[in-house]
C-alpha cells in the first residue's frame, strides 16, 4: 500500500488515490488533421516498462485533482511526484 | 487416571487458579497461563490429531505459532467455533473445549489411518496425476478427499462477536517482545519517537525469558533475570505503547502493516459478551524494527514425526516457563548447543533425561561439559536411524553416522523414551521482512537466509537478523539502532556480557538411516505430509525451481506455510541438484503470516454495513408502499409497486397503463446531477457532447451524448441551460462518479485553460418524476400561479417555482414520450413534495411506478439505454442516433474516432426494433439472433438488448443489435432458443407514438 504525497494535501494512503495510466500523452490539438495510424498512437498505444514510468495519479477520494508520478514499477519506489503542466523531472 | 507431568510451579503458571476444559470431550485441568498445548502436556496428552494424506498420529512439536501439527477445532458445534487453531496458542480458560481435526471417527482409531499404509501409492503429484482424468471423475474423487481429509469445520451460524479496525501511525514500530525488541521499544521511546512494540505472545521476553544458561550473563546477571528488570523499565515510559496478543500478519510496502489484536479469545464465554475479539491494526510506521526472532529447526530422519517428537527449545519452554515435562524418559537429537541447555533445564528439575545424540564429532563448551559432569550419556557422531511407537514414541534407533555424513555404519542401539527434543539449529524468522520487498542472501557458514537489502525504512535486530549469541545481538542491535534513529548514544553501550563461546554446529539437511530412502519417512513439511523422497522425486521428474517443487510435492503450503521444514527442504533440492543454497532462492513468503479471521478482516462492515447502499429522501415512502427494490449501482431503487398480490408482470403492466392513460409518478432522485459554472461552461459542454450547446437558450434543456475518446457511446442526459454561465447536467444513475472524474480529467489536464468548475450535487437534490396526460393537471394543483402553456412553458424547457415554501427546479422533459415534468427539490423536502404530488394526483389515479415500467415506457419509444442497449462498443450510428452528432464542430470527445475506417463500416451491429410474428411471444434478453435456421455453423448476427410485453401496444416489443440491421428494415430473422426457433422482424425501434404528438397532449 503505497504512500502517496500529493502535491495539494500532503501524505496519504494510495487507498485514497486512482493510478490514471501513462503520463505526458498529450491530446491532440487538431485531431482531424491526424491519419487514422496517428489517431490509433494516440489513442491505444501505451508503454508498459519494468522500471521507470511516468505515470498519472489522481487523488479520487480527496482533493480530486489529477497530478504526475515517476515510479519504479519493478519495485513500487515513487520517485517523484509534480503537477499536471510541470515537466518531468530529469533523470 | 490421567498422569500429572507438572514439575515446579512456574511464575508464569497460576496454580492456585485451576481451569477445567475439554478436549475431544474429555474432562482435563490446566492452571491460568497455560495454554492448551502446555495443559495437554501435563496431563501426558501428546496424540492431538492426525496428519493431512497419511492420517498418521501427531503429536505437539513447538510451543508457539509456527506449530505444524496439533491444529485444533476451538469450541466445536458453537457459534464461536474456530477450525484450524493452533494448540500452542490458545490460551485455556474455564469451559473451553476443542478438538482434534484431520480424523474420522476419532483421533484414537481413525479410517484414514489407511492412507498411511497405502502411502507408496501416494507419491508426490499423486492428486495431479491420478485425479486429472477422466474429468468426469473428479467429482467422486473430491467428494471422498474432502469427506476423509476434513480441515475443520466453519461456523454454520453467524458470527456473535465484535471485529473493529484501528489506524495507527506511529514513527518507530517494533516488532517482537524479546530481549532485542524491548531493548529497540525502551532506546526509540526515550528518544521521543512515538513507539509501539507488539508481540504474538501475551507475555514480554521472548524466549530470553526463561534463558537460564548459566554461563551466559548480562550485567552479572542471567539473561532472564536482567530482561525481567528491562520489562518492568519500559512499561512506564513515555510515548511507547504495547500490545500483546498481537500478531502482524502483514508487511506491505511503505511500512503500512497489518497487525491482529487479540483481546478476547482468552477470555471465559460470560465475559467475551459485547467486547471486541479482535481488531485489525493498519500500521503506518517511519520506521520499522523488526525483532522476530528466529525458529528451531527440526532433524530430518526416519519417522520424525511421531507424537513425542518435538523441537528441543519447545521442551525448554515448557518446562522452565509453564513448568510441565513433556515426557518421563527424555532423549535429545542436536546438531549443536542448544539441545544441552535444554536437556539441563529437565536435569535441574529432576526429570529423566537419558541421552544427548549429536551429529557433531564433540564440542568443547561449558555447557556440554556440564552435561558431561552429570552423567548424560552423549552419543557423539551419531544420528537417529528409526523410531517406535504409533500413538506415542517409543523408543528411538541410533547408529554411527559416516564421516560425510551420507550413511550410517556399525550396531544399531535401541534406547526406550517417551520425549524426543530435536535440535536442528535456528532460522531467522524473515517472513515478515520478505513481504516488504526487502530481499535475502543466503549465508552459506550459517546456512541461514539473512536480511541483506532493505527496501524501506526498517531493521532487523537479534536473531531475525542472523545474530544467535546475546553478545553480537547486544552489539550489532546497538549499532543499528543508533544509525536508523539517528542518536549516538544508548544504554545499550555499558552492558557488559559474558557468553559460553563455543557454538560450533554441523548442517546435515536429510540424515541417512539403514534402510534406503524410499522404505522410510523422514518428513519435512508435517503438515501436509511431505516425506524427503517426495522432494527428490520431483527433482527427478524434472522440476527445478523451488516455486514448482513447492506446488508439486505440497511442501510449505499447508496453513503453517512450512515454517519448520522450508529450509530442508530447500536444501535436500541444492544436495540433490548439485546447486548452492544461495542460487536456489526461497518461495515466496505470503501474508498472513499466521491465519486471520474473516471477522478480523472486515471488521465493522458486516450486516448491513457490508455493502453500503444509497437510499433516496423518498425511500421511506416506497417502503411504506410495499415496493420492491432493485439495487442499481450502490442505490436500492423502488423497482415496481405490487398490489394485492400482483407479480411482477401485472405490476409492471398496470403501471404503464397508467402512466401513458392518466398519470404516473417516479423517483427519479438516483440520477446523477453534476452543477456546472464558470465563463466557459458552453464551451466546456461543446467539448464533452456530441452535439452543439452554445445556442441554447438559458431555461432551455437539452438531450446529450457523450462519448469516449475512441467513439464509443459512454453516458447520456439532459442538460439544463440555468443561467449565462450555469448548467445542471444529469448523467445516468450508474455512471455519475464516473462521468465526473472523466470531465474533471479532461478539464484538469487537457483543458486547464477553460474557466469551469464542477460539483456534483447528485445527493442535494431530490428527483420527482411527473408523467402521462394529466400531469399538467395535477402540476396545476401545486403550482396555480405557474403559466404551464406550451407557450410559457414548452416541452424541454426549465422553470423555477416555488410549492409552498419549497423551491422548485421543474424540467419538462420526458423519458416515456409522455408529457411530463421533473421536479428537483432540495433533498430534504423530497419526500414532502413526492406525498403532495401523490395527495394532489388522487383524483388523476396517480400511480407510482418503478424502474421496470420506465424500462418498459422508454422502450416503447425506443429511447436507449446506456449499459443495457450499449455495451462500450457501440458509436452514436451504430445506435442510429445520427442527429444528435454534430456535423459543424470542429472537435468533441471521440469525434475523430468515428471516421476511423472501422467506426465507418457498414455492417457493425446497429440498434434496430424486433417485433415477434406471435405477438404473444416475449423475446429473452440476450437471446442470440440468426439469419438461418438450417447452416451449421451458423452466424450470430446480434442479440436482444431490451424487451417487453407493451400493455400499451398489446404485443411484444424488442430491441435488438444486428449486424447491419440499419438495412434490415422488414427483413425476418430467427432467434433460436432451446426448444424452439421465434421468428422475428426487424422494425423501426420506436414503436409508441413516432410522431412526439403525446408530449404536448
Ligand atoms: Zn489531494
Same mark, same amino acid.
Given at each position: 500500500?503505497?504512500?502517496?504525497?500529493?502535491?495539494?494535501?500532503?501524505?496519504?494512503?494510495?487507498?485514497? %488515490?486512482?493510478?490514471?495510466?501513462?503520463?505526458?500523452?498529450?491530446?491532440?490539438?487538431?485531431?482531424?488533421?491526424?491519419?487514422?495510424?496517428?489517431?490509433?498512437?494516440?489513442?491505444?498505444?501505451?508503454?508498459?516498462?519494468?522500471?521507470?514510468?511516468?505515470?498519472?495519479?489522481?487523488?479520487?477520494?480527496?482533493?480530486?485533482?489529477?497530478?504526475?508520478?515517476?515510479?519504479?514499477?519493478?519495485?513500487?519506489?515513487?520517485?517523484?511526484?509534480?503537477?499536471?503542466?510541470?515537466?518531468?523531472?530529469?533523470? | 487416571?490421567?498422569?500429572?507431568?507438572?514439575?515446579?510451579?512456574?511464575?508464569?503458571?497460576?496454580? &492456585?487458579?485451576?481451569?477445567?476444559?475439554?478436549?475431544?470431550?474429555?474432562?482435563?485441568?490446566?492452571?491460568?497461563?497455560?495454554?492448551?498445548?502446555?495443559?495437554?502436556?501435563?496431563?501426558?496428552?501428546?496424540?492431538?490429531?492426525?496428519?493431512?494424506?497419511?492420517?498418521?498420529?501427531?503429536?505437539?512439536?513447538?510451543?508457539?505459532?509456527?506449530?505444524?501439527?496439533?491444529?485444533?477445532?476451538?469450541?466445536?458445534?458453537?457459534?464461536?467455533?474456530?477450525?484450524?487453531?493452533?494448540?500452542?496458542?490458545?490460551?485455556?480458560?474455564?469451559?473451553?473445549?476443542?478438538?482434534?481435526?484431520?480424523?474420522?471417527?476419532?483421533?484414537?482409531?481413525?479410517?484414514?489411518?489407511?492412507?498411511?499404509?497405502?502411502?507408496?501409492?501416494?507419491?508426490?503429484?499423486?492428486?495431479?496425476?491420478?485425479?486429472?482424468?477422466?474429468?468426469?471423475?473428479?467429482?467422486?474423487?473430491?467428494?471422498?478427499?474432502?469427506?476423509?481429509?476434513?480441515?475443520?469445520?466453519?461456523?454454520?451460524?453467524?458470527?456473535?462477536?465484535?471485529?473493529?479496525?484501528?489506524?495507527?501511525?506511529?514513527?518507530?514500530?517494533?516488532?517482537?517482545?524479546?530481549?532485542?525488541?524491548?531493548?529497540?521499544?525502551?532506546?526509540?521511546?526515550?528518544?521521543?519517537?512515538?513507539?509501539?512494540?507488539?508481540?504474538?505472545?501475551?507475555?514480554?521476553?521472548?524466549?530470553?525469558?526463561?534463558?537460564?544458561?548459566?554461563?551466559?550473563?548480562?550485567?552479572?546477571?542471567?539473561?532472564?533475570?536482567?530482561?525481567?528488570?528491562?520489562?518492568?523499565?519500559?512499561?512506564?515510559?513515555?510515548?511507547?505503547?504495547?500490545?500483546?496478543?498481537?500478531?502482524?500478519? =502483514?508487511?506491505?510496502?511503505?511500512?503500512?502493516?497489518?497487525?491482529?489484536?487479540?483481546?478476547?479469545?482468552?477470555?471465559?464465554?460470560?465475559? +467475551?459478551?459485547?467486547?471486541?475479539?479482535?481488531?485489525?491494526?493498519?500500521?503506518? =510506521?517511519?520506521?520499522?524494527?523488526?525483532?522476530?526472532?528466529?525458529?528451531?529447526?527440526?532433524?530430518?530422519?526416519?519417522?520424525?514425526?511421531?507424537?513425542?517428537?518435538?523441537?528441543?527449545?519447545?521442551?525448554?519452554?515448557?518446562?522452565?516457563?509453564?513448568?510441565?515435562?513433556?515426557?518421563?524418559?527424555?532423549?535429545?537429537?542436536?546438531?549443536?548447543?542448544?539441545?544441552?541447555?535444554?536437556?539441563?533445564?529437565?536435569?535441574?528439575?529432576?526429570?529423566?533425561?537419558?541421552?544427548?545424540?549429536?551429529?557433531?564429532?564433540?564440542?568443547?563448551?561449558?555447557?556440554?561439559?556440564?552435561?558431561?559432569?552429570?552423567?548424560?550419556?552423549?552419543?557423539?557422531?551419531?544420528?537417529?536411524?528409526?523410531?517406535?511407537?504409533?500413538?506415542?514414541?517409543?523408543?528411538?534407533?541410533?547408529?554411527?553416522?559416516?564421516?560425510?555424513? @551420507?550413511?550410517?555404519?556399525?550396531?544399531?542401539?535401541?534406547?526406550?523414551?517417551?520425549?524426543?527434543?530435536?535440535?536442528?539449529?535456528?532460522?531467522?524468522?524473515?517472513?515478515?521482512?520478505?513481504?516488504?520487498?526487502?530481499?535475502?542472501?543466503?549465508?552459506?557458514?550459517?546456512?541461514?537466509?539473512?536480511?541483506?537489502?532493505?527496501?524501506?525504512?526498517?531493521?532487523?535486530?537479534?536473531?531475525?537478523?542472523? *545474530?544467535?549469541?546475546?553478545?553480537?545481538?547486544?552489539?550489532?542491535?546497538?549499532?543499528?539502532?543508533?544509525?536508523?534513529?539517528?542518536?549516538?548514544?544508548?544504554?545499550?553501550?555499558?552492558?557488559?556480557?559474558?557468553?559460553?563461546?563455543?557454538?560450533?554446529?554441523?548442517?546435515?539437511?536429510?540424515?541417512?538411516?539403514?534402510?534406503?530412502?524410499?522404505?522410510?519417512?523422514?518428513?519435512?513439511?508435517?503438515?501436509?505430509?511431505?516425506?524427503?523422497?517426495?522432494?527428490?522425486?520431483?527433482?527427478?521428474?524434472? %522440476?527445478?525451481?523451488?516455486?514448482?517443487?513447492?506446488?508439486?510435492?505440497?511442501?510449505?503450503?499447508?496453513?503453517?506455510?512450512?515454517?519448520?521444514?522450508?529450509?530442508?527442504?530447500?536444501?535436500?533440492?541444492?544436495?540433490?541438484?548439485?546447486?548452492?543454497?544461495?542460487?536456489?532462492? @526461497?518461495?515466496?513468503?505470503?501474508?498472513?503470516?499466521? /491465519?486471520?479471521?474473516?471477522?478480523?478482516?472486515?471488521?465493522?462492515?458486516?450486516?448491513?454495513? %457490508?455493502?453500503?447502499?444509497?437510499?433516496?429522501?423518498?425511500?421511506?415512502?416506497?417502503?411504506?408502499?410495499?415496493?420492491?427494490? $432493485?439495487?442499481?449501482?450502490?442505490?436500492?431503487?423502488?423497482?415496481?409497486?405490487?398490489? !394485492?398480490?400482483? @407479480?411482477?408482470?401485472?405490476?409492471?403492466?398496470?403501471?404503464?397503463?397508467?402512466?401513458?392513460?392518466?398519470?404516473?409518478?417516479?423517483?427519479?432522485?438516483?440520477?446523477?446531477?453534476?452543477?456546472?459554472?464558470?465563463?466557459?461552461?458552453?464551451?466546456?459542454?461543446?467539448?464533452?457532447?456530441?452535439?452543439?450547446?452554445?445556442?441554447? =437558450?438559458?431555461?432551455?434543456?437539452?438531450?446529450?451524448?457523450?462519448?469516449?475518446?475512441?467513439?464509443?457511446?459512454? *453516458?447520456?442526459?439532459?442538460?439544463?441551460?440555468?443561467?449565462?454561465?450555469?448548467?445542471?447536467?444529469?448523467?445516468?444513475?450508474?455512471?455519475?462518479?464516473?462521468?465526473?472524474? +472523466?470531465?474533471?480529467?479532461?478539464?484538469?489536464?487537457?483543458?486547464?485553460?477553460?474557466?469551469?468548475?464542477?460539483?456534483?450535487?447528485?445527493?442535494?437534490?431530490?428527483? @420527482?418524476?411527473?408523467?402521462?396526460?394529466?400531469?399538467?393537471?395535477?402540476?396545476?394543483?401545486?403550482? /396555480?400561479?405557474? *403559466?404551464?402553456? !406550451?407557450?410559457?412553458? /414548452?416541452?424541454?424547457?426549465?422553470?423555477? =417555482?416555488?410549492?409552498?415554501?419549497?423551491?422548485?427546479?421543474?424540467?419538462?422533459?420526458?423519458?416515456?414520450?409522455?408529457?411530463?415534468?421533473?421536479?428537483?427539490?432540495?433533498?430534504?423536502?423530497?419526500? !414532502?413534495?413526492?406525498?403532495?404530488?401523490?395527495?394532489?394526483?388522487?383524483?388523476?389515479?396517480?400511480?407510482?411506478?418503478?424502474?421496470?415500467?420506465?424500462?418498459?415506457?422508454?422502450?416503447?419509444?425506443?429511447?436507449?439505454?446506456?449499459?443495457?442497449? &450499449?455495451?462500450? &462498443?457501440?458509436?452514436?450510428?451504430?445506435?442510429?442516433?445520427?442527429?444528435?452528432?454534430?456535423?459543424?464542430?470542429?472537435?468533441?470527445?471521440?469525434?475523430?474516432?468515428?471516421?476511423?475506417?472501422?467506426?465507418?463500416?457498414?455492417?457493425?451491429?446497429?440498434?434496430?426494433?424486433?417485433?415477434?410474428?406471435?405477438?404473444?411471444?416475449?423475446?429473452?434478453?440476450?437471446?442470440?439472433?440468426?439469419?438461418?435456421?438450417?447452416?451449421?455453423?451458423?452466424?450470430?448476427?446480434?442479440?436482444?438488448?431490451?424487451?417487453?410485453?407493451?400493455?400499451?401496444?398489446?404485443?411484444?416489443?424488442?430491441?435488438?443489435?444486428?449486424?447491419?440491421?440499419? *438495412?434490415?428494415?422488414?427483413?425476418?430473422?430467427?432467434?433460436?432458443? $432451446?426448444?424452439?426457433?421465434?421468428?422475428?422482424?426487424?422494425?423501426?425501434?420506436?414503436?409508441?407514438?413516432?410522431?412526439?404528438?403525446?408530449?404536448?397532449?
Amino acid at each position: 500500500m503505497f504512500l502517496i504525497n500529493c502535491p495539494y494535501c500532503g501524505e496519504r494512503d494510495q487507498q485514497e %488515490f486512482k493510478a490514471g495510466g501513462e503520463a505526458h500523452i498529450e491530446r491532440p490539438k487538431q485531431p482531424t488533421e491526424l491519419s487514422d495510424d496517428e489517431w490509433a498512437e494516440y489513442l491505444f498505444m501505451r508503454k508498459n516498462i519494468k522500471g521507470v514510468q511516468f505515470e498519472r495519479w489522481n487523488h479520487a477520494h480527496g482533493c480530486r485533482k489529477w497530478f504526475n508520478m515517476v515510479r519504479d514499477t519493478s519495485n513500487d519506489e515513487i520517485k517523484a511526484i509534480y503537477k499536471m503542466g510541470e515537466k518531468p523531472p530529469t533523470q | 487416571m490421567t498422569k500429572n507431568l507438572r514439575v515446579k510451579s512456574s511464575e508464569y503458571v497460576d496454580e &492456585t487458579n485451576r481451569i477445567s476444559f475439554k478436549f475431544n470431550g474429555k474432562t482435563y485441568h490446566g492452571f491460568k497461563g497455560d495454554t492448551l498445548a502446555s495443559a495437554l502436556l501435563a496431563n501426558d496428552v501428546h496424540l492431538v490429531g492426525r496428519s493431512f494424506k497419511y492420517h498418521r498420529p501427531r503429536g505437539i512439536m513447538t510451543s508457539g505459532s509456527e506449530e505444524p501439527n496439533a491444529i485444533v477445532q476451538v469450541n466445536p458445534g458453537t457459534n464461536r467455533t474456530e477450525p484450524n487453531v493452533r494448540a500452542t496458542e490458545v490460551e485455556i480458560y474455564e469451559g473451553l473445549e476443542a478438538s482434534s481435526q484431520n480424523c474420522w471417527p476419532s483421533v484414537e482409531f481413525d479410517i484414514g489411518g489407511i492412507n498411511n499404509f497405502l502411502s507408496p501409492f501416494f507419491p508426490a503429484g499423486f492428486y495431479y496425476k491420478t485425479f486429472m482424468w477422466p474429468a468426469s471423475f473428479w467429482e467422486k474423487y473430491e467428494f471422498f478427499i474432502r469427506h476423509s481429509a476434513g480441515l475443520g469445520k466453519s461456523p454454520t451460524s453467524s458470527d456473535p462477536d465484535i471485529y473493529d479496525h484501528r489506524n495507527i501511525h506511529c514513527d518507530v514500530l517494533v516488532i517482537g517482545a524479546g530481549i532485542s525488541g524491548i531493548l529497540a521499544a525502551k532506546n526509540a521511546a526515550k528518544n521521543n519517537f512515538k513507539t509501539l512494540l507488539v508481540d504474538e505472545k501475551n507475555e514480554l521476553g521472548g524466549s530470553t525469558i526463561f534463558e537460564n544458561n548459566e554461563f551466559n550473563k548480562i550485567d552479572n546477571k542471567t539473561p532472564s533475570e536482567w530482561l525481567k528488570k528491562e520489562i518492568e523499565d519500559i512499561k512506564n515510559i513515555k510515548n511507547l505503547e504495547i500490545k500483546t496478543r498481537t500478531s502482524v500478519a =502483514a508487511y506491505h510496502q511503505y511500512n503500512y502493516l497489518l497487525a491482529r489484536e487479540n483481546l478476547t479469545d482468552h477470555l471465559e464465554a460470560k465475559d +467475551k459478551i459485547n467486547k471486541i475479539r479482535q481488531r485489525l491494526l493498519k500500521i503506518r =510506521a517511519k520506521k520499522v524494527i523488526l525483532a522476530t526472532g528466529a525458529l528451531e529447526r527440526p532433524l530430518i530422519f526416519n519417522n520424525n514425526d511421531r507424537p513425542g517428537i518435538m523441537l528441543s527449545s519447545a521442551v525448554k519452554k515448557y518446562s522452565e516457563f509453564y513448568g510441565v515435562a513433556c515426557g518421563n524418559k527424555n532423549v535429545f537429537f542436536t546438531n549443536n548447543d542448544s539441545a544441552y541447555e535444554s536437556a539441563l533445564s529437565l536435569y535441574n528439575k529432576g526429570i529423566n533425561v537419558k541421552a544427548i545424540i549429536d551429529i557433531r564429532e564433540q564440542s568443547e563448551s561449558k555447557i556440554v561439559k556440564k552435561v558431561k559432569e552429570a552423567g548424560i550419556n552423549i552419543y557423539w557422531s551419531h544420528t537417529v536411524v528409526d523410531t517406535t511407537g504409533y500413538k506415542r514414541l517409543n523408543s528411538v534407533s541410533i547408529m554411527k553416522l559416516s564421516n560425510d555424513g @551420507t550413511s550410517v555404519t556399525g550396531s544399531k542401539i535401541s534406547i526406550s523414551c517417551d520425549c524426543l527434543g530435536v535440535a536442528g539449529g535456528w532460522t531467522p524468522a524473515v517472513h515478515l521482512y520478505t513481504q516488504s520487498g526487502s530481499k535475502l542472501k543466503f549465508d552459506e557458514e550459517k546456512k541461514v537466509f539473512l536480511p541483506n537489502q532493505n527496501t524501506t525504512e526498517q531493521i532487523s535486530v537479534g536473531s531475525c537478523g542472523g *545474530d544467535f549469541k546475546i553478545d553480537e545481538i547486544i552489539k550489532n542491535l546497538n549499532q543499528k539502532l543508533k544509525d536508523i534513529l539517528n542518536i549516538n548514544e544508548t544504554d545499550l553501550d555499558s552492558i557488559k556480557v559474558e557468553i559460553d563461546q563455543e557454538n560450533s554446529k554441523r548442517n546435515i539437511w536429510l540424515l541417512p538411516s539403514d534402510k534406503p530412502l524410499g522404505k522410510t519417512k523422514p518428513f519435512v513439511d508435517y503438515q501436509n505430509d511431505v516425506t524427503a523422497k517426495d522432494i527428490k522425486l520431483a527433482l527427478r521428474e524434472g %522440476f527445478r525451481s523451488i516455486e514448482h517443487v513447492k506446488r508439486y510435492t505440497t511442501t510449505g503450503m499447508g496453513t503453517d506455510q512450512g515454517k519448520l521444514g522450508n529450509m530442508h527442504a530447500l536444501g535436500i533440492i541444492a544436495d540433490t541438484a548439485g546447486v548452492k543454497m544461495g542460487e536456489l532462492g @526461497t518461495t515466496t513468503f505470503r501474508p498472513p503470516y499466521t /491465519p486471520l479471521t474473516f471477522g478480523t478482516i472486515v471488521g465493522r462492515n458486516v450486516g448491513k454495513f %457490508f455493502d453500503i447502499f444509497r437510499k433516496t429522501p423518498m425511500n421511506d415512502w416506497h417502503v411504506e408502499n410495499k415496493a420492491e427494490f $432493485e439495487n442499481v449501482g450502490q442505490w436500492k431503487r423502488a423497482w415496481y409497486y405490487p398490489i !394485492d398480490g400482483e @407479480t411482477m408482470h401485472q405490476a409492471v403492466q398496470r403501471e404503464s397503463k397508467a402512466a401513458r392513460g392518466s398519470a404516473g409518478i417516479l423517483d427519479a432522485s438516483t440520477l446523477g446531477k453534476i452543477d456546472i459554472q464558470g465563463s466557459d461552461a458552453s464551451e466546456f459542454l461543446n467539448r464533452v457532447y456530441t452535439n452543439a450547446w452554445s445556442k441554447l =437558450a438559458i431555461g432551455k434543456c437539452r438531450y446529450g451524448l457523450m462519448l469516449n475518446e475512441d467513439g464509443m457511446v459512454y *453516458d447520456d442526459g439532459v442538460t439544463t441551460r440555468l443561467g449565462e454561465n450555469h448548467y445542471i447536467m444529469t448523467t445516468t444513475t450508474g455512471g455519475a462518479a464516473n462521468v465526473l472524474g +472523466k470531465l474533471e480529467d479532461y478539464l484538469q489536464t487537457e483543458w486547464p485553460e477553460l474557466d469551469v468548475y464542477l460539483t456534483s450535487v447528485t445527493d442535494h437534490y431530490a428527483t @420527482t418524476s411527473l408523467c402521462g396526460p394529466n400531469s399538467k393537471k395535477i402540476l396545476k394543483k401545486l403550482i /396555480p400561479d405557474l *403559466d404551464l402553456s !406550451d407557450e410559457n412553458f /414548452p416541452h424541454m424547457s426549465f422553470k423555477e =417555482a416555488h410549492i409552498g415554501n419549497i423551491q422548485c427546479r421543474i424540467m419538462r422533459i420526458s423519458f416515456t414520450g409522455e408529457h411530463s415534468y421533473e421536479m428537483n427539490v432540495q433533498a430534504s423536502y423530497g419526500k !414532502d413534495l413526492w406525498e403532495k404530488c401523490i395527495e394532489a394526483g388522487k383524483e388523476f389515479n396517480i400511480t407510482p411506478y418503478g424502474t421496470e415500467t420506465m424500462h418498459l415506457l422508454r422502450a416503447e419509444k425506443g429511447f436507449i439505454i446506456v449499459g443495457q442497449d &450499449t455495451d462500450g &462498443t457501440m458509436t452514436p450510428i451504430d445506435l442510429q442516433m445520427d442527429w444528435i452528432v454534430s456535423k459543424k464542430k470542429y472537435d468533441f470527445i471521440g469525434k475523430r474516432s468515428l471516421y476511423r475506417s472501422d467506426t465507418m463500416r457498414e455492417d457493425r451491429k446497429q440498434l434496430v426494433g424486433l417485433l415477434t410474428d406471435d405477438p404473444n411471444i416475449v423475446l429473452e434478453e440476450g437471446a442470440q439472433i440468426v439469419s438461418e435456421l438450417n447452416q451449421s455453423p451458423v452466424e450470430m448476427l446480434g442479440h436482444v438488448t431490451s424487451s417487453y410485453f407493451s400493455p400499451n401496444l398489446k404485443k411484444s416489443i424488442a430491441l435488438a443489435v444486428v449486424r447491419g440491421g440499419k *438495412d434490415m428494415m422488414g427483413k425476418k430473422l430467427f432467434v433460436p432458443m $432451446e426448444n424452439k426457433n421465434i421468428n422475428v422482424t426487424v422494425a423501426n425501434p420506436v414503436f409508441y407514438d413516432e410522431k412526439n404528438e403525446k408530449l404536448n397532449a
